[in-house]
């Protein structure tokens, strides 16, 4: 069987676009691959069949409703183009919110540790090795969105209607937490 590439090649030569010099080479490996060949001149008798049909032309009507289905079939691609890119936004921005405590709280850590030089030098690596890691984790999860959106479109407007209710059962979470710890108080 032809490899791509040589598939390619037959139907530059079935559609004149070969330069002799490459149309030579599709020969000569013709010649090598009986079974190439044989794809080729199969190919080759479509060809003609196609070319020797007679040609009709498609109603107007027709081709006016083609042309509305595209036009709304790109319509629809911008919208969920524009729609993914304010979700992708949103999501970028919750992760930026999620990780402003974590820099406030290193920020504190290095105004705290100032008065001592040694510990200013730990808490310099510490925090320069927990942003190397938050780094790290931000750039494989825009990866994975930019592949995951790619492939699914209609997932970051998905994930933006779930928002609300994963904070809401955050909060409910939280609630219940807190609950349960005034009653061990009380209790």
Known sequence: MANEQHRRLMQEALDEQLSAEAQHELLKQLDKEPEAAAQYQRLRQVDQLLRSAPLERAPQRLALSIMARLAETLKAKEQLARTSGLATALGLSLVVLLALPLLVASAWLFLSAVGSAAALSSLIQQIVGLLAV????????????????????????????????????????????????????QG
């Open 134 to 185: 938050l780094v790290g984790i931000l750039e494989i999860f825009v990866q994975n969105a930019q592949i995951i959106v790619a492939e699914y479109p209609q997932v970051p407007v998905l994930l933006v209607a779930l928002v609300p209710v994963a904070l809401f059962w955050l909060m409910r979470y939280a609630l219940n937490q807190q609950s349960d710890e005034s009653d061990r108080e």
